[in-house]
């Protein structure tokens, strides 16, 4: 029962700092905020705070790595699935096969919302900065076998330089995650992201000249 309690007693500290923490990031930012004030806000000392946490990137992974690992590892899955289907397939569903996967992306980033707002929003300085540009360099690649798939079945397609491939997936993922920075509703979301694919979709057939 002691050990229990102790449990429970911890826990409480821990989710009070981390709430205090939250405030402190989404008000000044990771690379402005300070342990010292966590600390004050909370009511504990600086030591009570490195007695649980290394410092404020330990701590800020701690409020954003759910959502951020949930999504990555799911958006690196709908990459890898489609690769592994037959060239045809892929050509098949080139477009629509991200279509149906995007509500679930969309889920993910909904239902960690307070985590996405710090990671696109204020996560500067911390070891959360590159996540998008992450997602960004897996679609570069991605898109890069792609085209290869395509030449690989006979089917012409123009050549795309590589700094524009890039470019194209920066747009496409920070536009996607405006819908955080202008925290839309998640039915707002929806239609937001959809049309935003249509867009890049129309882009990039005209592009390759398909």
Known sequence: VIEEEQRMKNDAVKWRILECARAEFLEKGFADASMRTIAERAGFTTGMLYSRFSDKDEMFGELVSEGAELLFAYFQGVQDEFASFAPERQREE????????????????????????????????????????????????NTVRFIE??????????????????????????????????????????????????????????????
């Open 94 to 141: 080139m477009h629509s096969y991200v279509e149906r996967k995007v509500d679930r992306m969309i889920d993910i980033i909904y239902d960690h919302f307070d985590a996405f707002k710090l990671i696109v929003c204020k996560s500067g300085g911390s070891s959360y900065e590159d996540y998008i540009d992450r997602m960004i360099e897996v679609e570069t690649r």
């Open 149 to 210: 798939v395509l030449k690989g079945m006979g089917i012409h397609t123009n050549e795309v330089r590589a700094d524009l491939n890039h470019m194209l997936a920066s747009a496409l993922f920070n536009g996607m995650f405006e819908i955080v920075s202008h925290d839309l509703k998640k039915d707002d979301a929806v239609v937001f992201v959809r049309q935003l694919q249509e867009f890049f979709n129309a882009g990039w057939d005209k592009l390759l000249g398909l």
